[in-house]
DNA sequence: GGTCACATGTAAAGTGTTACATGATTCC
DNA sequence: GGAATCATGTAACACTTTACATGTGACC
Protein backbone atom coordinates (compact mmCIF):
# COMPACT_ATOMS: atom_id res chain seq x y z
CA UNK A 1 0.00 0.00 0.00
CA UNK A 2 1.64 3.09 -1.10
CA UNK A 3 0.54 6.33 0.29
CA UNK A 4 0.90 9.90 -2.06
CA UNK A 5 2.28 12.22 -0.12
CA UNK A 6 -1.37 14.24 0.45
CA UNK A 7 -2.65 10.86 1.83
CA UNK A 8 -0.20 10.32 4.36
CA UNK A 9 -1.16 14.09 5.60
CA UNK A 10 -4.45 13.22 5.98
CA UNK A 11 -3.98 10.11 7.73
CA UNK A 12 -1.58 11.54 10.07
CA UNK A 13 -3.78 14.05 11.00
CA UNK A 14 -6.95 11.83 11.19
CA UNK A 15 -4.95 10.20 13.97
CA UNK A 16 -4.77 13.27 16.11
CA UNK A 17 -8.78 12.97 16.02
CA UNK A 18 -11.39 12.70 13.90
CA UNK A 19 -11.67 16.10 11.22
CA UNK A 20 -13.75 16.72 7.85
CA UNK A 21 -12.12 17.85 5.22
CA UNK A 22 -12.37 21.13 5.99
CA UNK A 23 -10.59 21.21 9.49
CA UNK A 24 -7.56 18.72 7.80
CA UNK A 25 -7.29 21.70 5.69
CA UNK A 26 -7.03 24.46 8.51
CA UNK A 27 -4.87 22.09 10.79
CA UNK A 28 -2.04 21.55 8.03
CA UNK A 29 -2.19 25.46 6.98
CA UNK A 30 -1.51 26.09 10.81
CA UNK A 31 0.96 23.57 11.46
CA UNK A 32 2.68 21.52 8.47
CA UNK A 33 2.28 24.20 5.66
CA UNK A 34 5.72 25.35 6.22
CA UNK A 35 7.03 22.42 4.83
CA UNK A 36 3.79 19.88 3.64
CA UNK A 37 1.23 21.78 2.24
CA UNK A 38 -1.92 20.53 0.72
CA UNK A 39 -5.43 22.13 -1.44
CA UNK A 40 -8.69 21.66 -1.33
CA UNK A 41 -8.14 19.99 -4.78
CA UNK A 42 -6.28 17.39 -3.35
CA UNK A 43 -7.86 16.79 -0.02
CA UNK A 44 -11.45 16.17 -0.71
CA UNK A 45 -10.63 13.48 -3.81
CA UNK A 46 -8.21 11.90 -1.68
CA UNK A 47 -10.33 11.50 1.13
CA UNK A 48 -12.39 9.81 -1.12
CA UNK A 49 -9.77 7.71 -2.53
CA UNK A 50 -9.09 6.81 0.88
CA UNK A 51 -12.77 5.77 2.19
CA UNK A 52 -12.81 3.72 -0.92
CA UNK A 53 -9.56 2.19 -0.03
CA UNK A 54 -10.74 1.14 3.26
CA UNK A 55 -8.27 3.45 5.41
CA UNK A 56 -10.84 5.73 6.33
CA UNK A 57 -14.56 5.91 7.63
CA UNK A 58 -16.54 9.11 6.73
CA UNK A 59 -19.97 9.96 8.29
CA UNK A 60 -22.34 13.00 7.90
CA UNK A 61 -21.96 14.94 10.85
CA UNK A 62 -23.86 18.26 10.13
CA UNK A 63 -23.49 20.97 11.89
CA UNK A 64 -26.91 22.59 11.74
CA UNK A 65 -28.54 22.17 8.43
CA UNK A 66 -24.64 22.83 7.07
CA UNK A 67 -23.46 19.71 6.00
CA UNK A 68 -20.35 18.60 6.99
CA UNK A 69 -18.47 14.29 6.81
CA UNK A 70 -16.38 13.79 9.78
CA UNK A 71 -13.62 11.15 8.93
CA UNK A 72 -11.94 8.49 10.95
CA UNK A 73 -9.13 6.23 10.77
CA UNK A 74 -9.88 2.60 10.37
CA UNK A 75 -8.28 -0.38 11.97
CA UNK A 76 -6.66 -0.79 8.34
CA UNK A 77 -5.60 3.17 8.14
CA UNK A 78 -3.84 2.89 11.43
CA UNK A 79 -1.85 -0.21 10.16
CA UNK A 80 -0.54 1.81 7.13
CA UNK A 81 -0.34 5.24 8.36
CA UNK A 82 1.91 3.32 10.87
CA UNK A 83 4.44 1.52 8.45
CA UNK A 84 4.48 4.74 6.60
CA UNK A 85 6.02 6.61 9.63
CA UNK A 86 8.58 3.55 10.03
CA UNK A 87 9.75 4.05 6.48
CA UNK A 88 12.61 6.33 6.52
CA UNK A 89 12.16 9.59 5.10
CA UNK A 90 12.52 11.09 1.44
CA UNK A 91 15.19 13.78 1.05
CA UNK A 92 13.97 17.12 1.42
CA UNK A 93 12.67 19.45 -1.78
CA UNK A 94 13.32 22.39 -2.56
CA UNK A 95 11.86 25.34 -4.72
CA UNK A 96 13.48 28.80 -4.46
CA UNK A 97 12.63 31.14 -7.12
CA UNK A 98 14.58 34.23 -5.68
CA UNK A 99 17.64 32.12 -5.56
CA UNK A 100 17.18 30.91 -9.03
CA UNK A 101 16.93 34.65 -10.46
CA UNK A 102 19.87 35.65 -8.29
CA UNK A 103 21.40 32.81 -9.50
CA UNK A 104 20.89 33.82 -13.16
CA UNK A 105 21.25 37.64 -12.28
CA UNK A 106 24.55 39.43 -13.66
CA UNK A 107 26.80 41.85 -12.15
CA UNK A 108 25.22 44.46 -14.49
CA UNK A 109 21.76 44.00 -13.19
CA UNK A 110 22.83 44.29 -9.79
CA UNK A 111 19.71 46.46 -9.41
CA UNK A 112 17.14 43.85 -10.16
CA UNK A 113 18.55 41.48 -7.67
CA UNK A 114 18.61 44.16 -5.22
CA UNK A 115 15.19 44.39 -5.37
CA UNK A 116 14.17 40.96 -5.06
CA UNK A 117 16.64 40.39 -2.01
CA UNK A 118 13.89 43.10 -1.17
CA UNK A 119 11.08 40.89 -1.59
CA UNK A 120 12.70 37.26 -0.10
CA UNK A 121 13.53 39.34 2.96
CA UNK A 122 9.53 40.68 3.08
CA UNK A 123 8.69 36.79 2.55
CA UNK A 124 11.07 35.82 4.93
CA UNK A 125 9.79 38.06 7.92
CA UNK A 126 6.12 37.12 7.69
CA UNK A 127 6.65 33.57 7.47
CA UNK A 128 8.44 33.93 10.54
CA UNK A 129 6.14 35.84 12.14
CA UNK A 130 3.64 33.32 11.35
CA UNK A 131 5.53 30.02 12.61
CA UNK A 132 6.53 32.56 16.06
CA UNK A 133 2.66 33.32 16.13
CA UNK A 134 2.03 29.53 16.34
CA UNK A 135 4.74 29.19 18.96
CA UNK A 136 3.03 29.21 22.18
CA UNK A 137 0.29 27.19 20.89
CA UNK A 138 2.96 24.24 20.15
CA UNK A 139 4.45 25.56 23.31
CA UNK A 140 1.03 24.41 24.93
CA UNK A 141 0.70 20.99 23.39
CA UNK A 142 1.81 17.73 25.59
CA UNK A 143 3.93 15.85 22.87
CA UNK A 144 6.89 18.09 22.16
CA UNK A 145 7.58 17.10 18.93
CA UNK A 146 5.36 19.63 17.15
CA UNK A 147 7.85 21.97 18.90
CA UNK A 148 10.19 20.68 18.10
CA UNK A 149 9.10 20.64 14.37
CA UNK A 150 8.11 24.08 14.65
CA UNK A 151 11.57 25.18 15.86
CA UNK A 152 13.42 23.49 12.71
CA UNK A 153 11.44 25.92 10.64
CA UNK A 154 12.13 28.92 12.55
CA UNK A 155 16.02 27.58 12.58
CA UNK A 156 15.78 27.33 8.85
CA UNK A 157 14.31 30.98 8.78
CA UNK A 158 16.64 32.63 11.22
CA UNK A 159 19.77 31.71 9.10
CA UNK A 160 17.87 32.75 5.88
CA UNK A 161 17.51 35.90 7.64
CA UNK A 162 21.04 36.03 8.10
CA UNK A 163 22.20 35.19 4.59
CA UNK A 164 19.70 37.51 2.97
CA UNK A 165 21.59 40.56 5.46
CA UNK A 166 24.95 38.98 4.21
CA UNK A 167 23.93 39.05 0.80
CA UNK A 168 22.19 42.68 0.93
CA UNK A 169 25.82 44.45 1.80
CA UNK A 170 27.73 42.33 -1.14
CA UNK A 171 25.42 42.98 -3.85
CA UNK A 172 25.30 46.68 -2.54
CA UNK A 173 29.14 47.70 -1.66
CA UNK A 174 30.59 46.48 -4.74
CA UNK A 175 33.39 44.41 -4.10
CA UNK A 176 36.44 46.11 -2.60
CA UNK A 177 39.16 47.30 -4.47
CA UNK A 178 41.85 45.86 -1.84
CA UNK A 179 43.32 48.91 -1.06
CA UNK A 180 44.10 49.21 2.27
CA UNK A 181 44.70 52.60 4.36
CA UNK B 1 4.45 35.12 -22.21
CA UNK B 2 4.32 33.09 -19.28
CA UNK B 3 7.64 30.61 -18.72
CA UNK B 4 6.87 27.37 -16.73
CA UNK B 5 9.49 26.73 -13.84
CA UNK B 6 11.57 24.11 -16.34
CA UNK B 7 11.67 27.08 -18.89
CA UNK B 8 13.00 29.29 -17.12
CA UNK B 9 15.99 27.21 -15.94
CA UNK B 10 16.42 26.19 -19.19
CA UNK B 11 16.69 29.73 -20.58
CA UNK B 12 19.18 31.06 -17.54
CA UNK B 13 21.22 28.04 -18.39
CA UNK B 14 21.24 29.30 -22.18
CA UNK B 15 21.67 33.04 -21.64
CA UNK B 16 25.44 31.66 -20.18
CA UNK B 17 26.18 29.90 -22.95
CA UNK B 18 24.65 27.54 -26.03
CA UNK B 19 23.80 23.91 -24.64
CA UNK B 20 22.61 21.00 -25.65
CA UNK B 21 19.61 19.78 -23.07
CA UNK B 22 22.36 17.02 -21.71
CA UNK B 23 24.94 20.01 -20.48
CA UNK B 24 21.76 22.23 -19.07
CA UNK B 25 21.00 18.85 -16.94
CA UNK B 26 24.69 18.78 -16.13
CA UNK B 27 24.58 22.46 -15.28
CA UNK B 28 21.34 22.12 -13.76
CA UNK B 29 22.76 19.14 -11.28
CA UNK B 30 25.90 20.86 -10.23
CA UNK B 31 24.40 24.34 -9.24
CA UNK B 32 20.66 25.21 -8.96
CA UNK B 33 19.28 21.41 -8.49
CA UNK B 34 19.57 22.30 -4.50
CA UNK B 35 16.62 24.80 -4.85
CA UNK B 36 15.82 23.82 -8.37
CA UNK B 37 15.94 20.71 -9.86
CA UNK B 38 14.60 19.12 -13.44
CA UNK B 39 14.82 16.07 -15.08
CA UNK B 40 15.52 15.09 -18.53
CA UNK B 41 11.73 14.11 -18.99
CA UNK B 42 11.42 17.90 -18.53
CA UNK B 43 13.88 19.32 -20.43
CA UNK B 44 14.00 17.77 -23.62
CA UNK B 45 10.34 18.19 -24.53
CA UNK B 46 10.42 21.74 -23.16
CA UNK B 47 13.11 22.69 -25.35
CA UNK B 48 10.92 21.55 -27.93
CA UNK B 49 8.05 23.73 -26.90
CA UNK B 50 11.02 26.63 -26.72
CA UNK B 51 11.97 26.08 -29.85
CA UNK B 52 8.15 26.19 -31.40
CA UNK B 53 7.97 29.11 -30.27
CA UNK B 54 10.77 31.06 -31.17
CA UNK B 55 12.90 31.82 -27.79
CA UNK B 56 15.39 29.31 -28.62
CA UNK B 57 17.06 28.06 -31.50
CA UNK B 58 18.75 24.66 -31.88
CA UNK B 59 21.12 23.06 -34.49
CA UNK B 60 22.61 19.81 -35.03
CA UNK B 61 26.52 19.72 -33.58
CA UNK B 62 27.35 16.46 -33.36
CA UNK B 63 30.69 15.02 -31.80
CA UNK B 64 31.80 12.09 -34.02
CA UNK B 65 28.91 10.07 -34.86
CA UNK B 66 27.09 11.11 -31.65
CA UNK B 67 24.04 13.36 -32.21
CA UNK B 68 23.42 16.31 -30.43
CA UNK B 69 21.58 19.29 -30.65
CA UNK B 70 23.01 23.01 -29.57
CA UNK B 71 19.96 25.40 -28.46
CA UNK B 72 20.98 29.15 -28.62
CA UNK B 73 18.44 31.66 -27.10
CA UNK B 74 17.26 33.97 -29.60
CA UNK B 75 16.52 37.73 -29.54
CA UNK B 76 13.03 37.12 -28.15
CA UNK B 77 14.02 34.40 -25.60
CA UNK B 78 16.25 36.99 -24.21
CA UNK B 79 13.57 39.38 -23.69
CA UNK B 80 11.20 36.96 -22.47
CA UNK B 81 13.91 35.72 -19.74
CA UNK B 82 15.31 39.15 -18.79
CA UNK B 83 10.96 40.16 -18.29
CA UNK B 84 10.97 37.28 -15.95
CA UNK B 85 13.89 37.73 -14.05
CA UNK B 86 12.63 40.89 -13.86
CA UNK B 87 9.53 40.17 -11.89
CA UNK B 88 9.47 39.50 -8.36
CA UNK B 89 9.74 35.87 -7.55
CA UNK B 90 7.69 33.77 -5.90
CA UNK B 91 7.70 32.48 -2.24
CA UNK B 92 9.97 29.43 -1.45
CA UNK B 93 8.43 26.00 -1.38
CA UNK B 94 9.13 22.88 0.59
CA UNK B 95 8.63 19.52 0.57
CA UNK B 96 10.33 18.09 3.92
CA UNK B 97 9.24 14.21 4.76
CA UNK B 98 11.25 13.81 7.48
CA UNK B 99 9.75 16.28 9.42
CA UNK B 100 6.18 15.84 8.29
CA UNK B 101 6.97 12.17 10.30
CA UNK B 102 8.64 13.69 12.96
CA UNK B 103 5.53 15.92 13.18
CA UNK B 104 3.15 13.38 13.59
CA UNK B 105 5.17 10.74 15.95
CA UNK B 106 3.99 10.77 18.93
CA UNK B 107 6.00 10.08 22.50
CA UNK B 108 5.55 6.90 22.82
CA UNK B 109 7.38 6.09 18.96
CA UNK B 110 10.07 7.86 20.09
CA UNK B 111 12.73 5.27 19.15
CA UNK B 112 11.66 5.92 15.54
CA UNK B 113 11.47 9.23 15.50
CA UNK B 114 15.39 8.69 16.48
CA UNK B 115 15.75 6.75 13.34
CA UNK B 116 14.42 9.14 11.20
CA UNK B 117 17.00 11.82 12.80
CA UNK B 118 19.70 9.71 11.84
CA UNK B 119 18.46 9.29 8.39
CA UNK B 120 18.07 13.20 7.84
CA UNK B 121 21.44 13.69 9.06
CA UNK B 122 22.99 11.24 7.03
CA UNK B 123 21.24 13.10 4.29
CA UNK B 124 21.85 16.40 5.31
CA UNK B 125 25.36 15.65 5.34
CA UNK B 126 25.68 14.47 1.99
CA UNK B 127 23.81 17.56 1.10
CA UNK B 128 26.39 19.76 2.42
CA UNK B 129 29.42 17.26 1.35
CA UNK B 130 28.17 18.15 -2.23
CA UNK B 131 27.88 22.07 -1.90
CA UNK B 132 31.19 22.65 -0.37
CA UNK B 133 32.67 20.71 -3.30
CA UNK B 134 31.35 23.23 -5.48
CA UNK B 135 32.34 25.83 -3.49
CA UNK B 136 35.83 26.45 -4.59
CA UNK B 137 34.72 26.04 -8.54
CA UNK B 138 32.27 28.51 -7.54
CA UNK B 139 34.66 31.06 -5.63
CA UNK B 140 36.43 31.08 -9.15
CA UNK B 141 33.64 32.61 -11.43
CA UNK B 142 34.16 36.76 -12.16
CA UNK B 143 30.43 36.96 -11.02
CA UNK B 144 30.04 36.61 -7.39
CA UNK B 145 26.05 35.86 -7.45
CA UNK B 146 27.30 32.17 -8.34
CA UNK B 147 28.65 32.08 -5.10
CA UNK B 148 26.15 34.02 -2.94
CA UNK B 149 23.61 31.60 -3.64
CA UNK B 150 25.84 28.86 -2.69
CA UNK B 151 26.20 30.38 0.22
CA UNK B 152 22.47 30.54 1.13
CA UNK B 153 22.44 26.31 0.38
CA UNK B 154 25.31 26.07 2.70
CA UNK B 155 23.89 28.56 5.57
CA UNK B 156 20.80 26.75 5.63
CA UNK B 157 21.90 22.96 5.85
CA UNK B 158 24.31 24.45 8.27
CA UNK B 159 21.29 25.30 10.45
CA UNK B 160 19.18 22.20 9.77
CA UNK B 161 22.49 20.42 11.36
CA UNK B 162 22.60 22.32 14.24
CA UNK B 163 18.56 21.90 14.77
CA UNK B 164 19.52 18.51 13.91
CA UNK B 165 21.48 18.49 16.76
CA UNK B 166 19.62 19.79 19.29
CA UNK B 167 16.65 17.34 17.86
CA UNK B 168 18.54 14.20 18.91
CA UNK B 169 18.74 15.30 22.26
CA UNK B 170 15.36 16.73 22.79
CA UNK B 171 14.65 12.96 21.62
CA UNK B 172 17.04 11.09 23.72
CA UNK B 173 17.29 12.57 26.87
CA UNK B 174 13.59 12.43 28.04
CA UNK B 175 12.37 15.85 29.45
CA UNK B 176 14.56 17.15 32.61
CA UNK B 177 12.02 16.74 35.84
CA UNK B 178 13.02 19.74 37.54
CA UNK B 179 14.83 18.90 40.48
CA UNK B 180 17.75 21.44 40.10
CA UNK B 181 20.50 19.87 42.64
C1' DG C 1 -28.43 43.28 2.71
C1' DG C 2 -23.54 42.23 2.38
C1' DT C 3 -19.44 40.12 3.68
C1' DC C 4 -16.92 36.66 5.73
C1' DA C 5 -16.18 32.07 7.47
C1' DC C 6 -17.98 27.31 7.07
C1' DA C 7 -18.27 23.36 4.05
C1' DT C 8 -17.87 20.38 -0.11
C1' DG C 9 -16.82 19.38 -4.33
C1' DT C 10 -15.39 19.08 -9.83
C1' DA C 11 -12.93 19.96 -14.19
C1' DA C 12 -9.18 21.30 -16.75
C1' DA C 13 -4.83 22.39 -17.33
C1' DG C 14 -0.32 22.20 -16.12
C1' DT C 15 3.83 20.03 -13.88
C1' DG C 16 6.67 16.45 -12.73
C1' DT C 17 8.68 11.76 -12.06
C1' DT C 18 9.78 7.17 -13.63
C1' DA C 19 10.75 3.80 -16.50
C1' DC C 20 11.86 2.49 -20.80
C1' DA C 21 14.28 2.50 -25.38
C1' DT C 22 18.11 3.48 -28.35
C1' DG C 23 22.66 4.08 -29.84
C1' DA C 24 27.75 5.96 -29.71
C1' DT C 25 32.16 6.52 -27.33
C1' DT C 26 35.65 6.03 -23.84
C1' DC C 27 38.18 3.61 -20.52
C1' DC C 28 39.67 -0.51 -18.16
C1' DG D 1 34.16 -7.45 -23.76
C1' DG D 2 31.86 -4.71 -20.28
C1' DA D 3 30.87 -0.65 -17.72
C1' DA D 4 30.36 4.11 -17.49
C1' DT D 5 29.32 8.26 -19.75
C1' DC D 6 27.48 10.86 -23.62
C1' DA D 7 23.16 11.92 -25.86
C1' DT D 8 18.19 12.03 -27.03
C1' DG D 9 13.80 11.01 -26.54
C1' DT D 10 8.72 8.94 -25.31
C1' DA D 11 4.85 7.16 -22.64
C1' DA D 12 2.45 6.43 -18.60
C1' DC D 13 1.35 7.90 -14.65
C1' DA D 14 1.10 10.78 -10.50
C1' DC D 15 0.60 14.99 -8.62
C1' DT D 16 -0.84 19.91 -8.12
C1' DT D 17 -2.88 24.19 -8.87
C1' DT D 18 -6.59 27.04 -10.24
C1' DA D 19 -10.82 28.32 -11.15
C1' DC D 20 -15.38 27.48 -10.78
C1' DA D 21 -19.83 26.12 -8.55
C1' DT D 22 -22.94 25.75 -4.70
C1' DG D 23 -25.09 26.56 -0.42
C1' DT D 24 -25.36 27.68 4.98
C1' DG D 25 -24.62 30.50 9.07
C1' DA D 26 -22.88 34.41 11.73
C1' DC D 27 -22.14 39.10 12.28
C1' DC D 28 -22.57 44.01 11.27
Redesign the pocket.
Known sequence: MKL???ASVILGMLRIKPM????IKQAVDESTAFFW??????I??E??RLERAGLVQGEPAP???????LYTLTAEGHEVLEAWLGEPPAPPELRFEGLLKLFFLRADEREVAQRHLHTMKDQNVAALERLREIEPRARALPDGSQLLVLRAGITALEATEQWLEHAEDRLTKPPPQRKPR
Open positions: SGTSGYEAASYGQYPLRRGARRRN
